[in-house]
């Protein structure tokens, strides 16, 4: 008997018991689907998060004080070592902001709104990648001369002007006690977010000059520095750079006062986490197949005891071990990888339906059906090799008297 007698041989079998044989495959079903929806999930996070790091600016940098090591406000950084690495590396960068923040509160009828007040520089637009709607950014007079001028995003303005054109107008608010009001002079367009998704408080941002800030809170030393890299540029040695001018600035040298952070490095750990959470949520969800072979190899047991004299009656007209072996072992391999094939299915239209929930565009590549399949059809061949093995090594004798 060949293979294909013997595929043709298992395929009416299966079919002689439908309802036992989709009982068997289940285990293989539940498991081959959960793991391909969370793989095609996981795998499409990451694709999402990577490309909202490029949009946002795959050369951006942070410098921030080590605030573990920092024992002085000496160490943060001021006008100074601004200027300084604007006249040594400003060839090298595309823009460079001191950033500063401060939280308020507006309050619109019944209802209050939480502000984000952030102080930066004119060519902060460049670092952080706003689209900017209507009017503008703001620009070197708005940093010289402290203006009361702000940008603010789209949904602010469509929440507190409606359909009246903002530019010109007055946004009031309170933060820490103190009511500051802005003229304002653009609207941008906040990017969407995959990891900004969820409910919670109601949040505008709003950005001004950085001078601006320093007048109200009396603070004109920095923590921390952003910046945009050129393209062209090595981002991680033009930031060392940066930072060691800042350290001989500081007189301190080596002592890793400074901490660094970069798009590139941010991508990374947030893809080795989701990388990691996604292995480990398969594997938990892979437990399923375990029991799944469990199911295939106990069903296989019963029809090897059920077809005892079929099995008598074929070797007492020829068939060797060989052939007994391959006939329940392509059985079993039948079954599994018909499970395998509806859980790829399943999870597939889940993964897809989950994302459109969610926000995500899972990710299905043909390495990880395929994968899957083999992986399916390797439990047939591991859980049904020792019914199959029972079957091809009964005795002919014993086997026809079998009642």
């Known amino acids: 008997m060949n293979i294909l007698e013997s595929v043709k041989m298992a395929i009416i079998s299966v079919r002689a018991n439908k309802l036992r044989t989709l009982l068997t495959m289940l285990g293989i079903i539940i498991g081959i689907s959960s793991v391909i929806t969370l793989v095609a999930l996981g795998k499409g996070s990451q694709n999402s998060m990577t490309k909202e790091f490029?949009?946002?600016?795959a050369n951006k940098a942070i410098i921030y004080m080590n605030e573990e090591e920092v024992t002085s406000e000496e160490m943060n950084m001021d006008h100074s070592d601004l200027k300084a690495i604007k006249r040594i590396y400003g060839s090298k960068l595309e823009a460079i902001s001191f950033s500063q923040g401060l939280s308020g509160s507006l309050t619109l009828g019944r209802k209050t709104y939480h502000i984000n007040l952030s102080g930066v520089a004119s060519d902060y637009n460049k670092i952080e990648k706003m689209t900017i709607k209507k009017g503008r950014f703001l620009v070197p007079n708005d940093i010289s001369s402290q203006r009361y001028s702000a940008?603010?995003?789209?949904?602010?303005?469509?929440?507190?002007?409606?359909?009246?054109?903002?530019?010109?107008?007055?946004?009031?608010?309170?933060?820490?006690?103190?009511?500051?009001?802005?003229?304002?002079?653009?609207?941008?367009?906040?990017?969407?977010?995959?990891?900004?998704?969820?409910?919670?408080?109601?949040?505008?941002?709003?950005?001004?000059?950085?001078?601006?800030?320093?007048?109200?809170?009396?603070?004109?030393?920095?923590?921390?520095?952003e910046m945009n890299v050129k393209s062209g540029q090595n981002v991680k040695?033009?930031?060392?750079?940066?930072?060691?001018?800042?350290?001989?600035?500081?007189?301190?040298?080596?002592?890793?006062?400074?901490?660094?952070?970069?798009?590139?490095?941010?991508?990374?750990?947030?893809n080795n986490i989701t990388g990691k959470m996604t292995a480990f949520v398969s594997a938990i969800a892979a437990i399923s197949l375990l029991v799944g072979g469990i199911g295939i190899m106990n069903i296989m047991m019963v029809s090897v005891t059920e077809r005892t004299r079929e099995i008598g009656i074929r070797k007492a007209i020829g068939a060797n071990k060989k052939v007994v072996l391959i006939q329940f072992l392509v059985e079993s391999v039948i079954v599994s990888g018909m499970g395998g094939l509806i859980g790829i299915t399943l999870g597939s239209g889940l993964a897809y339906t989950i994302g459109k929930f969610i926000k995500i565009t899972p990710s299905i590549t043909l390495s990880v059906i395929f994968m899957a399949f083999a992986f399916s059809s390797a439990i047939g061949i591991f859980f049904g090799l020792y019914p199959a093995n029972k079957a091809a090594n009964l005795n002919i004798i014993d086997a026809l008297r079998y009642e």
């Open 54 to 57: 490029k949009d946002g600016g």
């Open 151 to 225: 940008v603010i995003e789209s949904k602010m303005a469509e929440k507190f002007f409606k359909d009246t054109n903002p530019l010109g107008k007055r946004i009031t608010f309170d933060v820490d006690g103190q009511t500051l009001s802005y003229v304002v002079v653009g609207v941008f367009e906040k990017p969407k977010s995959f990891m900004s998704m969820g409910g919670g408080k109601q949040t505008f941002s709003l950005y001004a000059p950085y001078t601006n800030l320093e007048q109200i809170t009396g603070e004109t030393t920095y923590g921390a520095i």
């Open 237 to 270: 040695e033009t930031v060392k750079s940066v930072v060691n001018l800042v350290e001989r600035r500081h007189d301190i040298v080596g002592k890793k006062k400074y901490m660094i952070s970069t798009s590139e490095g941010m991508m990374k750990m947030v």
